[in-house]
């Protein structure tokens, strides 16, 4: 059984930065695709960027040029740099983990709050 543990959500005003972090525990031999959904109140779930195995990365349009995703192979882990954050941004932020033949796993999330 696959594990994601996220950590580094919190409270943070506009125009400041957080770094969140989803640590996938379980071995696997295999560098898979990670990213980050989130979710706001009464919103949909959505894609805030991703990263693929071979390390290129997509970013949704609302933070671009404000977010980055990256990850460090060797532990696993996949980070969320956000910068000027702003108060739609607050969210809880979902990790992923696709793995062949087994499908996407999910954190418990965290929650980002950028107040005004």
């Known amino acids: 059984q696959v594990q994601l543990v996220e950590s580094g959500g919190g409270l943070v005003q506009a125009g400041g930065s957080l770094r969140i972090s989803c640590a996938a525990a379980?071995?696997?031999?295999?560098?898979?695709?990670m990213g980050w959904y989130r979710q706001a109140p009464g919103k949909q779930r959505e894609l805030v960027a991703n990263?693929?195995?071979?390390?290129?990365?997509n970013y949704a349009d609302s933070v671009k040029g404000r977010f980055t995703i990256s990850r460090e192979n060797a532990k696993n882990t996949v980070f969320l740099q956000m910068n000027s954050l702003k108060p739609e941004d607050t969210a809880v932020y979902y990790c992923?983990?696709?793995?062949?033949?087994?499908?996407?796993?999910w954190g418990q999330g965290t929650q980002v709050t950028v107040s005004s």
């Open positions: 992923y983990e696709d793995r062949r033949g087994e499908g996407r796993y």
């Open positions: 379980g071995s696997t031999f295999t560098i898979n695709p």
């Open positions: 990263i693929n195995s071979g390390g290129n990365t």
